[in-house]
């Protein structure tokens, strides 16, 4: 059975069924309302919650497939310091999960995502983040289709790793070497 709050008097991430807040975007989400029917101008509507939760959560892995896998670069990139109190937001979700904000997050299973959503909705949703029991995001979870509820495996772009470090890098030590056997020639 679905559970909706959709348009009831609960704070705005409830009556969107959308706990994450996620904003307005061309983004074909599972279970998206369409703008045109869409009373909320600034944040996306789902059906029920569980499709409000599963586009979180898509997002969340999404950003941490793109080499967003630390809680600061995480929540950075989810709330932006231009709409929110970023820093605290990354404080709170990092004390929840139990790492620095800095620590890269390298087991990502449905055991943390489960930690990492409920994290933040406490923030998203304030008390109303209870009425959202663990068993709803677990659904979501394994509505996502695509990965394994038991080992959520994120991919990183190894290309662009090597673009970014060992490039760089390599062109140093060429410098190096280079102007050494050109100074002792």
């Known amino acids: 059975m679905?559970?909706?709050?959709?348009?009831?008097?609960?704070?705005?991430?409830?009556?969107?069924?959308?706990?994450?807040?996620?904003?307005?975007?061309?983004?074909?989400?599972q279970g998206k309302i369409p703008h045109?029917?869409?009373?909320?101008k600034q944040?996306?509507?789902?059906?029920?919650?569980?499709?409000?939760?599963?586009?979180?959560?898509?997002?969340?892995?999404?950003?941490?497939?793109k080499g967003k896998n630390t809680v600061k670069s995480l929540i950075s990139e989810y709330a932006p310091p231009s709409e929110n109190d970023t820093n605290a937001y990354i404080n709170s979700v990092a004390r929840t999960l139990g790492v620095s904000?800095?620590?890269?997050?390298?087991?990502?299973?449905?055991?943390?995502?489960?930690?990492?959503?409920?994290?933040?909705?406490?923030?998203?949703?304030?008390n109303a983040h209870t009425e959202l029991k663990d068993?709803?995001?677990?659904?979501?979870?394994?509505?996502?289709?695509?990965?394994?509820?038991?080992?959520?495996?994120?991919?990183?772009?190894k290309l662009s790793i090597v673009k970014k470090y060992l490039i760089p890098t390599l062109i140093t030590i060429g410098l190096f070497f280079y102007s050494y056997v050109t100074i002792t020639l």
Do not use: C
Request: charged share 20%.
């Open 135 to 157: 068993s709803d995001i677990m659904k979501a979870i394994t509505m996502l289709g695509d990965v394994s509820t038991e080992k959520l495996t994120v991919t990183i772009d």
């Open 101 to 126: 904000p800095t620590q890269k997050l390298t087991e990502i299973n449905a055991s943390f995502l489960l930690k990492l959503v409920r994290a933040i909705l406490k923030v998203e949703l304030g």
């Open 36 to 40: 045109g029917t869409n009373p909320d």
């Open 2 to 29: 679905s559970k909706s709050y959709l348009n009831n008097h609960n704070v705005r991430g409830l009556r969107n069924n959308n706990p994450g807040n996620l904003i307005r975007t061309n983004i074909a989400w």
């Open 43 to 65: 944040f996306e509507q789902f059906e029920n919650v569980y499709y409000g939760l599963r586009a979180m959560l898509k997002d969340l892995i999404n950003d941490i497939n």
